[in-house]
């Protein structure tokens, strides 16, 4: 009995084992898919009746299944690709793919010759060579992308098998086209035709990759809408470069190369790889059983131990031409590389795997050979038992050389990172237990399985580099890890405020394009003015306007008004500036186009001299007389305009060249003369310039409409980076443990930040309409977003039914498309309006009344002082236009010196602030002297409220008015220290006034206070400063008042502190209810999504 239940039991680990096996291994299910599919042939050679039904497979055309299978797998392993790296990388690929196509091809070619019993001719051998040239795109991959390799050096392997296939899709192209003569290489056909194949079948890859992005990020469209649009789209790519004789595979490739995920709504683009994937291997399982099954219905007899050294040999051969393209490009990898080495060149070498595209193309050789080879069937069969041996041996080769190279090791600052990422997700599920205890609902709960359960134990990292120690880390190396993460976080940032639709599409993947270029460069952390220098932006613009308002005709009549009561001169006055005028000019220099083709015709001016001669005469004539009039009227101040200038010039030469012609009627002998007079009626061309006057008003137009693209776009782009800095800075804690580190790092993101605020102060300066268009339209998007989240709430609970709720957000999705066609700019409000941006007013009609008639404008130029360090306040400004920028000594927040002697910094603080910042707030309701310096950056416009008028009010609307700003002010304060530790806080000015979600205390010295940790979430003290009755610790602004503190005392004259309450547990539960639904109905597609990104390109 035990006997037989072991038995089973191996039986069970064996047949698991086999299972195991063969999922995770393709090399094997393809081995035994080719094995079957030979037994099948062999049987249809055998049995009439199973080779009926094999016949319609055999007789299916090998171009056939070459567009059947290869478009979804040439797409697929384009769209893997990081188009960035393929950019920086493109001359190593293409050099190490075209030397690997010339060796392979040489060699192989030879080999085929001299080593194959059928004796191939020179054009089946190299058509043989050409095809085992080819590297397959998915499999040279596959098993270094399970491992932690570098992204470059897989996409370095993959693109030169693009490279490969393109190459050879072209030779096999031309050789379809038209095959027997070398000499075809000399036509002028052969090299339209590689034209086309290369530049041709790029661009429309390149066409056809924007209308499939502009198909695929329709918010009105569905799943599996997106689905088969993505199938049909490429395989019409495919066809249609086809059909017109361009390549298929090369457009499929730049389609995708222009494709990443911010191509596809959110989500989207998950679900698309997955069905590629799932078709890719059910294809190339096809592939391989077909093969297998034509290999098998060949004669048998041609099977020998020939064949199989023949395999042996060529397969020795590939991997030698392999090594060999290694060494030569070696060199030019080094140079332009600085971290290749020979370890890599060693995974390089074993990347040649073959595939299905060499398969695929196998059967031309038979097709296109003018000497037909006995046994087709056996090409078949090399080139898939070479391309099993390939998948199976160099696969596990490259995996196994990268683990004993320690090329997939992870690095020591790396493994500190992700140790600090698993300690802090253990101190998350800590205390969501702890926080689950004191749940009624949760009582009965066995919380020490729950504890054991939910536990992460010590995760053993793989291929872990112990060639360094912590101890030994420069701080050079943390920060250069360090980096690389920062990179990886900022990246994340732009898709996801992409996703969010903060970001534009079209600035997110500027913003993600400029950190891939600049992460390469060692210590370099991307600033905005890189990105700026890696957009090129607007100066061209800016110029050619500058340009275009140079040229710009204007009349300017108040100038050259005629003196006196001349008749005369009143008439001519008239004549120049009338607009009938300015149209006969155009009018006439239209006419004289088709004397000019005329003249230009040399058999037609032969016939036409007389006619040619007198209409110059007109023509000069008008130009005289034009020329005279307006220098009558505007006599010296003719020659200030630019376009009155070039009419002089056009006259004199038009004088010139009568007076050439007229002297050639003299002197017919003269050649000189004549060949002068000759080149000078080509300058005649030169009278059609005037006209450009009437089509600078348009490009004047269009160059506007341009610029404040640009100008929004930059907005967008800078405001992106600025949220990116701060998500970082909420995580470099995560990233590297040593304090010392935390803060140079903390030092760059703020100064990067703090240069980006900078930059978004000068745009707004220069596009104030632009600027608000784009806060508008953001405005409105965050509505239609938020009114999407409570559908899907209101659908989930039955509230309404799916009908009803498709068609609701149908509407709402209508009305994020319409935003696409939101005007580029609006016209900034009138200054009384802008007293409706101060939150504290709470736009109270009675408020707002009581300060308008208090508020007075001012003015400053560039380079004023609006206040200084050290004086009292005059009062409070808010910016209606422009930019300042304060700096002064760090603020004390009202603590005293001799309570905190170490708070002295000589670091110096500066702030810049834009239009809708409030300077002078803290200082005013203090009536302390001012702790900074505010000087103007721009011409600044603000809207002033004397201190006077500001607490005459506190008086009118006591107490109301001043805790509102004392409201508004401790909420910015613990928002900016305190950002992480809120981040599941609303702490919206609003939400606090109406609902009192949290409020501030005043405590003045030795006041007391007691905290309710029941009650009260968070106390922090904002401003002054606190001390624990029990422990005496003391707590200094800005800071978070511990859980454990039961009473504390005042230490400064006023300290203020924000309580921030405990919600309500039923509002709890209905807002953990209401994201639960809201991220279950996203992820799993419910009857409509919320997805709010707008379509900008």
Same mark, same amino acid.
Request: charge should be negative.
């Given at each position: 009995?035990?006997?037989?239940?072991?038995?089973?039991?191996?039986?069970?680990?064996?047949?698991?084992?086999?299972?195991?096996?063969?999922?995770?291994?393709?090399?094997?299910?393809?081995?035994?898919?080719s094995?079957?599919?030979?037994?099948?042939?062999?049987?249809?050679?055998? /049995?009439?009746?199973?080779?009926?039904?094999?016949?319609?497979?055999?007789? =299916?055309?090998?171009?056939?299944?070459?567009?059947?299978?290869?478009?979804?797998?040439?797409?697929?392993?384009?769209?893997?690709?990081?188009f960035?790296?393929?950019?920086?990388?493109?001359?190593?690929?293409?050099?190490?793919?075209?030397?690997?196509?010339?060796?392979?091809?040489?060699?192989?070619?030879?080999?085929?010759?001299?080593?194959?019993?059928?004796?191939?001719?020179?054009?089946?051998?190299?058509?043989?060579?050409?095809?085992?040239?080819?590297?397959?795109?998915?499999?040279?991959?596959?098993?270094?992308?399970t491992?932690?390799i570098?992204?470059?050096?897989?996409?370095?392997?993959?693109?030169?098998?693009?490279i490969?296939?393109?190459?050879?899709?072209?030779?096999?192209?031309?050789?379809r086209?038209?095959?027997?003569?070398?000499?075809?290489?000399?036509?002028l056909?052969? #090299?339209?035709?590689?034209?086309?194949?290369?530049?041709?079948?790029? =661009?429309?890859?390149?066409?056809?990759?924007?209308?499939?992005?502009?198909?695929?990020?329709?918010?009105?469209?569905?799943t599996?809408?997106?689905?088969?649009?993505?199938?049909?789209?490429?395989?019409?790519?495919?066809?249609?470069?086809?059909?017109?004789?361009?390549?298929?595979?090369?457009?499929?490739?730049?389609?995708?190369?222009?494709?990443?995920k911010?191509?596809?709504?959110?989500?989207?683009?998950?679900?698309?790889?997955?069905?590629?994937?799932?078709?890719?291997?059910?294809?190339h399982?096809?592939?391989? =059983?077909?093969?297998?099954?034509?290999?098998?219905?060949?004669?048998?007899?041609?099977?020998?131990?020939?064949?199989?050294?023949?395999?042996?040999?060529? /397969?020795?051969?590939?991997s030698?031409?392999?090594?060999?393209?290694?060494?030569?490009?070696s060199?030019? /990898?080094?140079?332009?590389?600085?971290?290749?080495?020979?370890?890599?060149?060693?995974?390089i070498?074993?990347?040649?795997?073959?595939?299905?595209?060499?398969?695929?193309?196998?059967?031309?050789?038979?097709?296109?050979?003018?000497?037909? !080879?006995r046994?087709?069937?056996?090409?078949?069969?090399?080139?898939?038992?070479?391309?099993?041996?390939?998948?199976?041996?160099?696969?596990?080769?490259?995996?196994?050389?990268?683990?004993?190279?320690?090329?997939?090791?992870?690095?020591?600052?790396?493994?500190?990172?992700?140790?600090?990422?698993?300690?802090?997700?253990?101190?998350?599920?800590?205390?969501?237990?702890?926080? /689950?205890?004191?749940?009624?609902?949760?009582?009965?709960?066995?919380?020490?399985?729950?504890?054991r359960?939910?536990?992460?134990?010590?995760?053993?990292?793989?291929?872990?580099?112990?060639?360094?120690?912590?101890?030994?880390?420069?701080?050079? +190396?943390?920060?250069?890890?360090?980096?690389?993460? %920062?990179?990886?976080?900022?990246m994340?940032?732009?898709?996801?405020?992409?996703?969010?639709g903060?970001?534009?599409?079209?600035?997110?993947?500027?913003?993600?394009?400029?950190?891939?270029?600049?992460?390469?460069?060692?210590?370099?952390?991307?600033?905005?003015?890189?990105?700026?220098?890696?957009?090129?932006?607007?100066?061209?613009?800016?110029?050619?306007?500058?340009?275009?308002?140079?040229?710009?005709?204007?009349?300017?009549?108040?100038?050259?008004?005629p003196?006196?009561?001349?008749?005369?001169?009143?008439?001519?006055?008239?004549?120049?500036?009338?607009?009938?005028?300015?149209?006969?000019?155009?009018?006439?220099?239209?006419?004289?186009?088709?004397?000019?083709?005329?003249?230009?015709?040399?058999?037609?001016?032969?016939?036409?001299?007389?006619?040619?001669? #007198?209409?110059?005469?007109?023509?000069?004539?008008?130009h005289?007389?034009?020329?005279?009039?307006?220098?009558?009227?505007?006599?010296?101040?003719?020659?200030?305009?630019?376009?009155?200038?070039?009419?002089?010039?056009?006259?004199?030469?038009?004088?010139?060249?009568?007076?050439?012609?007229?002297?050639?009627?003299?002197?017919?002998?003269?050649?000189?003369?004549?060949?002068?007079?000759?080149?000078?009626?080509?300058?005649?061309?030169?009278?059609?310039?005037?006209? %450009?006057?009437?089509?600078?008003?348009?490009?004047?137009?269009?160059?506007?409409?341009?610029?404040?693209?640009r100008?929004?776009?930059?907005?967008?782009?800078?405001?992106?980076?600025?949220k990116?800095?701060?998500?970082?800075?909420?995580?470099?804690?995560?990233?590297?443990?040593?304090?010392?580190?935390?803060k140079?790092?903390?030092?760059?993101?703020e100064?990067?930040?703090?240069?980006?605020?900078k930059?978004?102060?000068?745009?707004?300066?220069?596009?104030?309409?632009?600027?608000?268009?784009?806060?508008?339209?953001?405005?409105?998007?965050?509505?239609?977003?938020?009114?999407?989240?409570?559908?899907?709430?209101?659908?989930?609970?039955?509230?309404i +039914?799916?009908?009803?709720?498709?068609?609701?957000?149908?509407?709402?999705?209508?009305?994020?498309?319409?935003?696409?066609?939101?005007?580029?700019?609006?016209?900034?409000?009138?200054?009384?309006?802008?007293?409706?941006?101060?939150?504290?007013?709470?736009?109270?009609?009675?408020?707002?009344?009581?300060?308008?008639?208090?508020?007075?404008?001012?003015?400053?130029?560039?380079?004023?002082?609006?206040?200084?360090?050290?004086?009292?306040?005059?009062?409070?400004?808010?910016? !209606?236009?422009?930019?300042?920028?304060?700096?002064?000594?760090?603020?004390?927040?009202?603590?005293?010196?001799?309570?905190k002697?170490?708070?002295?910094?000589?670091?110096?603080?500066?702030?810049?602030?834009?239009?809708?910042?409030?300077?002078?707030?803290?200082?005013?309701?203090?009536?302390?002297?001012?702790?900074?310096?505010?000087?103007?950056?721009?011409?600044?416009?603000?809207?002033?409220?004397?201190?006077?008028?500001?607490?005459?009010?506190?008086?009118?609307?006591w107490?109301?008015?001043?805790?509102?700003?004392?409201?508004?002010?401790?909420?910015?304060?613990?928002?900016q220290?305190?950002?992480?530790?809120?981040?599941?806080?609303?702490?919206?000015?609003?939400?606090?006034?109406?609902?009192n979600?949290?409020?501030?205390?005043?405590?003045?010295?030795?006041n007391?206070?007691?905290? +309710?940790?029941? #009650?009260?979430?968070?106390?922090?003290?904002?401003?002054?400063?606190?001390?624990?009755?029990?422990?005496?610790?003391?707590?200094?602004?800005?800071?978070?008042?511990?859980?454990?503190?039961?009473?504390?005392?005042? #230490?400064?004259?006023?300290?203020?502190?924000?309580?921030?309450?405990?919600?309500?547990?039923?509002?709890?539960?209905?807002?953990?209810?209401?994201?639960?639904?809201?991220?279950?109905?996203?992820?799993?597609?419910?009857?409509?999504i919320?997805?709010?990104?707008?379509i900008?390109?």
């Open positions: 009995m035990s006997v037989s239940k072991k038995s089973d039991e191996e039986e069970y680990q064996f047949l698991r084992f086999l299972k195991t096996g063969i999922k995770n291994s393709e090399v094997i299910v393809l081995s035994i898919l094995l079957l599919g030979f037994v099948l042939g062999q049987l249809a050679y055998r /049995f009439v009746k199973i080779h009926k039904l094999i016949y319609p497979l055999l007789t =299916t055309p090998s171009f056939a299944l070459y567009c059947y299978f290869l478009p979804i797998i040439i797409f697929l392993a384009a769209l893997d690709m990081d960035y790296i393929f950019k920086d990388v493109f001359w190593q690929v293409l050099l190490t793919g075209s030397i690997s196509f010339s060796v392979t091809v040489a060699t192989i070619g030879y080999i085929a010759m001299q080593f194959n019993e059928d004796l191939w001719d020179l054009q089946s051998s190299i058509l043989f060579s050409i095809i085992l040239s080819v590297i397959d795109p998915l499999y040279s991959v596959n098993s270094l992308k491992i932690d570098s992204k470059v050096y897989i996409d370095i392997i993959r693109g030169e098998s693009l490969t296939c393109s190459i050879t899709s072209i030779v096999f192209g031309i050789l086209e038209d095959i027997p003569d070398i000499q075809m290489f000399k036509d056909s052969t #090299t339209i035709y590689l034209f086309l194949n290369v530049f041709g079948s790029m =661009t429309c890859g390149y066409m056809c990759a924007k209308i499939i992005q502009l198909t695929l990020i329709d918010l009105l469209s569905n599996l809408t997106n689905v088969i649009l993505c199938f049909s789209l490429l395989y019409m790519t495919f066809y249609l470069a086809e059909c017109f004789g361009m390549s298929g595979i090369i457009a499929l490739v730049t389609v995708g190369l222009n494709l990443d911010l191509s596809f709504k959110p989500r989207i683009e998950f679900v698309i790889t997955k069905f590629l994937l799932i078709f890719s291997s059910i294809f399982q096809l592939i391989y =059983t077909f093969f297998g099954i034509v290999v098998g219905c060949g004669e048998i007899e041609h099977f020998s131990f020939h064949s199989i050294a023949f395999i042996l040999v060529l /397969f020795v051969s590939l030698a031409v392999r090594l060999l393209t290694v060494i030569l490009v060199p030019i /990898f080094m140079h332009l590389n600085y971290d290749y080495n020979w370890r890599w060149g060693i995974i070498t074993w990347s040649g795997i073959k595939g299905v595209f060499s398969l695929l193309l196998t059967p031309e050789i038979f097709n296109l050979a003018e000497t037909k !080879i046994a087709p069937h056996m090409c078949i069969l090399y080139v898939q038992v070479i391309a099993l041996l390939t998948m199976g041996i160099n696969s596990y080769m490259m995996s196994q050389s990268a683990k004993a190279l320690g090329l997939c090791s992870i690095s020591l600052p790396r493994q500190i990172a992700m140790k600090n990422v698993i300690q802090h997700i253990q101190e998350i599920i800590k205390n969501t237990i702890t926080l /689950f205890k004191t749940e009624n609902i949760l009582t009965n709960v066995n919380w020490t399985l729950v504890e359960k939910a536990r992460i134990e010590h995760i053993s990292f793989s291929h872990v580099s112990h060639n360094q120690k912590e101890a030994s880390l420069t701080d050079e +190396d943390l920060i250069e890890e360090a980096r690389l993460h %920062i990179s990886v976080i900022q994340s940032s732009f898709e996801k405020q992409c996703n969010e903060i970001l534009t599409v079209e600035a997110a993947r500027i913003l993600i394009g400029a950190t891939k270029s600049y992460c390469p460069i060692q210590g370099k952390f991307m600033t905005i003015d890189d990105v700026s220098t890696y957009v090129r932006a607007r100066s061209w613009l800016m110029k050619f306007r500058s340009i275009l308002t140079f040229l710009e005709y204007r009349k300017k009549k108040t100038y050259y008004s003196l006196g009561n001349n008749k005369v001169l009143l008439i001519i006055y008239h004549i120049v500036f009338s607009e009938e005028f300015e149209y006969t000019e155009h009018i006439m220099t239209l006419i004289y186009i088709y004397p000019m083709i005329v003249h230009l015709w040399p058999m037609a001016r032969e016939l036409n001299v007389s006619a040619l001669l #007198t209409i110059n005469y007109y023509f000069m004539l008008f005289v007389i034009r020329a005279v009039l307006k220098m009558i009227i505007m006599k010296r101040t003719y020659f200030q305009q630019c376009w009155n200038i070039l009419e002089f010039f056009i006259m004199i030469i038009g004088l010139v060249d009568i007076f050439c012609i007229y002297s050639v009627k003299l002197r017919p002998e003269n050649i000189t003369l004549i060949q002068i007079t000759v080149l000078i009626g080509y300058f005649r061309v030169i009278r059609f310039l005037p006209i %450009i006057k009437v089509i600078i008003p348009f490009l004047l137009n269009i160059v506007d409409v341009l610029i404040k693209k100008l929004s776009l930059m907005y967008s782009i800078t405001k992106g980076y600025v990116s800095q701060e998500d970082t800075k909420l995580l470099i804690k995560q990233i590297s443990s040593r304090e010392s580190i935390y140079k790092l903390y030092v760059i993101l100064t990067n930040k703090r240069n980006a605020v930059e978004l102060g000068l745009i707004e300066h220069e596009g104030r309409d632009v600027v608000i268009a784009l806060k508008s339209k953001q405005a409105i998007q965050n509505v239609i977003c938020k009114a999407q989240e409570n559908l899907i709430f209101l659908w989930s609970r039955g509230i +039914d799916k009908q009803e709720g498709i068609e609701m957000n149908t509407v709402l999705l209508k009305k994020i498309k319409a935003l696409n066609n939101f005007p580029m700019a609006i016209p900034p409000p009138t200054p009384d309006k802008y007293l409706n941006n101060i939150i504290w007013l709470e736009n109270k009609e009675i408020l707002i009344e009581f300060f308008k008639d208090k508020a007075k404008l001012a003015y400053f130029d560039y380079g004023d002082v609006i206040c200084k360090e050290g004086e009292m306040p005059q009062g409070i400004y808010l910016i !209606i236009s422009g930019m300042a920028i304060l700096h002064g000594s760090p603020p004390s927040f009202g603590i005293d010196k001799s309570l002697p170490d708070r002295e910094s000589t670091t110096v603080f500066t702030e810049f602030y834009t239009s809708g910042d409030i300077i002078g707030e803290l200082n005013c309701l203090l009536k302390h002297e001012n702790e900074y310096t505010a000087i103007c950056e721009t011409i600044l416009q603000a809207c002033f409220i004397s201190l006077e008028d500001l607490y005459e009010g506190f008086d009118v609307f107490p109301s008015l001043e805790y509102n700003i004392w409201l508004k002010l401790a909420l910015h304060i613990a928002s220290y305190f950002e992480s530790s809120l981040i599941d806080e609303d702490l919206t000015f609003q939400k606090c006034v109406e609902y979600h949290a409020y501030v205390e005043t405590l003045s010295s030795y007391e206070m007691i905290i +309710d940790n029941v #009650t009260m979430k968070f106390v922090i003290v904002v401003y002054g400063s606190v001390i624990d009755m029990k422990t005496e610790k003391s707590y200094f602004a800005p800071s978070i008042i511990s859980k454990t503190c039961e009473q504390i005392q005042g #230490t400064s004259v006023l300290s203020k502190l924000l309580v921030i309450l405990a919600s309500d547990p039923i509002n709890d539960i209905t807002n953990i209810c209401l994201d639960t639904e809201i991220s279950r109905c996203l992820n799993a597609e419910g009857p409509f919320s997805d709010a990104r707008p900008t390109y």
